[in-house]
Structures are given as C-alpha cells and as structure tokens.
C-alpha cells in the first residue's frame, strides 16, 4: 500500500479523552478510531492487525477439527429465557432491543443458547458426535467499566467455540486439544513468554477454569505466577487450599497484573439440559450432551500487544501480524530515487513481502516517525545515497544500527518468511 493513497494519517496529539496507553497509541498511528467509551472503528491499518489475529485464531482451530460457522447478533429472548440467562439479574451486560411488535430481542453478548439450538436438528445419535464449533463473531456488552481502551469494549471481537462431548473423557480429550491449541496460538502472537495457563473460578461444574493471562500493568486481573512451572493462579481462587491441590508454594509465586486473553470452560449439561440436546447411545440409551466452552478476544490481544510491547517511539508489532512486514521510505523525488523506489516495491510484493510504501512528499524525520509509531518490523530506506552506493539502508524497528545491503541480499534478509508463522503451527 502506498502511504500518499492511504486516508489515515498520524498525529503527535495524543487524545484528550483517553488515558489507556493501547486507545491513544492506537489512535495516533491511526490504526483504530473512537467511536464512544469502550466502541471503537478498526480503520485500515488497525483492521489488517485484527485480521492477522484472527487468521492465526482461525488456522490453529481449524487444525484441531474445528468447524467454523457463523451465529447471528440478534438474539430470540425464548431461548435465554429456558436456560433463565435473559433476566437482567443473571446476565446483567445485556444490550436489549425490540421489535417493532413489541417483541424482545438481544445482542449477542455469547452465543451458548443459540448454537445449541442451531445443532440440535443435527444430533441424534453418538454416531454424530463429537465436534468442535466455533465462530469468530462481534459481541455486545453492556461493560460497565470501559476504560482500557480496545482491552475492554462494549462491542468487541470474539473466537467463541464450543465442543460437544458423549463422555467425560471425551470432554477432557477435546478440552486439552483446545488448550495446546491455545498455546500455540499465543506463540504465534508473540506473547507465549507472558502468558500463563492460570487457574480460575470453575463455575458449577469443574473445579476451575483455565484463563489464559497476559502479564501487563495494564491488565485488570491480579494472578500470582510460578515462573518456573508456567502456570498461575487468579487472585479469586489464591487460597492456601488451592495452592496445596496444586502443588503451588506462597514462596516461589510472584504476583503479577496481567490481562486475561483467554477462557476455557467445562460447561457438562448446564446448556444441553435445559435446552433437552439429547442423543442415543450406544446402548440406545438417551444421554445429554457434554459441552465445554473456549473464548479468546482478538481485539483485546490488539491492545495487550500494544500494552506489551509498545516503546517510547510508537507501535511494535510482532512480524506475524503487523499491518506489513516492510516500511519502504523512500527520501527525495529525484528520478532516479523514485524508479529504484518504485521497482523494489514491486519485487518485494512480488516475493510475498507485504510493503507501506511511504512515497510521501515529506521531510525524512517524518517518516522514520512514522515508521516507528506504526510498528512497522523492518524499515528500508531508498535515498540519492543508497542509489548511488547501489545499496539499500535496512533497520529492524527494535534494532538500533542500521544495515547497508545489496539488491539480493535485501530480497534474501526480507523474503524469507517469518519462522514464527511456520514452524509453531506444527
Ligand atoms: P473479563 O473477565 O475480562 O470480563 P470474561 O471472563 O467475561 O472477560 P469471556 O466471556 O470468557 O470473558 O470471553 C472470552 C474472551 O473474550 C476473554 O478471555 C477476553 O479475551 C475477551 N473479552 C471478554 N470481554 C471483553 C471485552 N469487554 N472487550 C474485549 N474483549 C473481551
Ligand atoms: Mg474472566
């Protein structure tokens, strides 16, 4: 994309009305724009991180059989009523709505009730089980705090999957493909260092739950975490009891404020009972459905990526989801300069390398400003000086020197393609 074509622009204004550090970061570089508290517009840049996320998402579901599929916003308030989710005193972030009959509808703010039913006709017997579904989808919360920027939204992103089990054991089975899963998936993100499989409030029906949390001052949540085994304890559920059942000692736990980027949940029959999703057995016996339930909130990660690694000069995106790989910066209009600029635009594309060609009128402070504040990985600069020197000027966006290389060498130091998209998904 050729960034005098691009309709965002930057600004060293930071917002009057934010004070979390992804909303004003984000908000500067133009990649999101603040629609309300807690509603924001992904503009184009924004969007392509988003997308990344979510394709990283989609690819390590798909990968453990998930089905994606698609649940709408609108919600019919009689199957939240058989399940007693629709009074306001049990779900209290409902957004709620009519039709013009006076008929009550909802937004979706999960979407348990509805995929149950949107199953049912397909379940019969243990033949048909089991299955992964999932969806990536917007949901709506009526979040009474809203004050860290895209980390907390009333209308936000969600992978939502669910599996349906015939057994325990199947359950548990499915449970731990979806939890590796997730590993994989925060790897790839370039967070698996901060995040920890963390030990939470189980609900009714399995002693805990397993949050995935991300260590940052800017999350909401306090956990305590053993760094040498990896796993963590939320602060709701940090009792001497818990910590003796998990082989956890007070001494080598550190506590820490981290943001919870993913949940996964046993569910057993607290959907399939009330909502009678029923199959027959090998014995031709009648048994409930068993179900778990698995969230990860892609434009939360947006913001715990910016929260984490986010520096005094801007944005830094890991390579697997920035908005491109490459910020070309070209300096000067001089012919020359343009043909050579215009040309490695065009083989970097060719070779699968996504490029911001900035090909702005602009002073070349400006642009290595933006650069930066964008969060570009990799920043090339074309200039009178490169061209006469047959070289180009390569800079990592956290590295301090700059490279000086040749037209192959470049192509070899930039196209190959990041390690971390390939070898982790194995
Ligand atoms: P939290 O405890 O942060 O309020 P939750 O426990 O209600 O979240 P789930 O219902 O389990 O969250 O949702 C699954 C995932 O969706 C969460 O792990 C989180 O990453 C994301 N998420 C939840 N609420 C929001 C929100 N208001 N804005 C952005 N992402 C969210
Ligand atoms: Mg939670």
């Known amino acids: ?31 999101i724009h603040k629609e309300m508290a807690g509603v924001y517009t992904f503009l184009p840049l924004g969007l392509r991180v988003l997308e990344n996320i979510c394709a990283i998402v989609r690819e390590e579901m798909d990968a ?30 409902w957004f709620k709505t009519k039709l013009k009959n006076d008929t009550e509808l909802g937004l979706g703010p999960t979407h348990e009730e509805p995929l149950v039913r949107a199953v049912q006709p397909f379940v019969k017997s243990y033949r048909d089980l089991p299955f992964l579904a999932y969806q990536i989808q917007t949901k709506f919360r009526n979040e009474t705090r809203a004050k860290s920027g895209v980390m907390r939204g009333r209308e936000f992103l969600m992978k939502d999957m669910y599996s349906f089990a015939r057994t325990q054991e199947e359950h548990e089975r499915l449970y731990e493909q979806v939890k590796q899963a997730y590993y994989r998936v925060y790897e790839r993100l370039g967070v698996g260092e901060q995040t920890f499989l963390t030990f939470a409030s189980g609900g009714m029906f399995s002693q805990y739950s397993h949050e995935f949390q991300t260590v940052t001052e800017a999350g909401e949540d306090t956990i305590y975490v053993d760094y040498d085994k990896k796993i963590a304890v939320n602060e709701e559920v940090y009792t001497d009891e818990v910590l ?54 892609p434009s939360r990660l947006v913001g715990v990526i910016t929260e984490l690694l986010a520096d ?28 050579a600029a215009d040309r490695l635009y065009s083989d970097l594309q060719s070779n699968g390398v996504e490029v911001l060609y900035d090909d702005r009128d602009t002073r070349p402070g400006e642009k290595f400003a933006d650069a930066d504040l964008m969060g570009i990985p990799y920043r090339v ?22 490279q000086l290389l040749g037209h192959a060498e470049l192509l070899a130091a930039l196209a190959v393609r990041s390690t971390n998209n390939i070898e982790t998904s194995k």
């Open 1 to 31: 994309m050729r960034l005098s074509q691009l309709f965002t622009k930057t600004t060293k204004t930071a917002p009057a009305d934010e004070t979390s550090k992804n909303a004003i970061l984000l908000m500067q570089a133009g990649f």
């Open 64 to 93: 453990i059989g998930g089905q994606e599929l698609k649940l709408t916003t609108l919600q019919d308030a009689e199957i939240w009523k058989a399940t007693g989710r629709w009074d306001d005193a049990s779900v209290d972030v």
């Open 244 to 297: 003796a059942e998990l082989g956890l000692s007070k001494d080598t736990l550190k506590q820490v404020r981290a943001a919870e980027v993913g949940n996964i949940f046993t569910l057993k029959d607290k959907f399939s009972k009330p909502l009678k999703l029923n199959f027959t057995d090998e014995q031709g016996k009648e048994q409930l459905v068993l179900m778990g339930c698995y969230g990860i909130g």
């Open 312 to 339: 005094d000069k801007g944005l830094v995106w890991p390579e697997s989801i920035a908005p491109a790989k490459v910020y070309l910066a070209r300096l000067g209009d001089e012919n020359h300069v343009v043909e």
């Open 381 to 402: 600069v074309i200039s009178n000086k490169t061209v006469t020197a047959n070289q180009y000027e390569l800079k990592a966006r956290t590295a301090p020197e700059v």
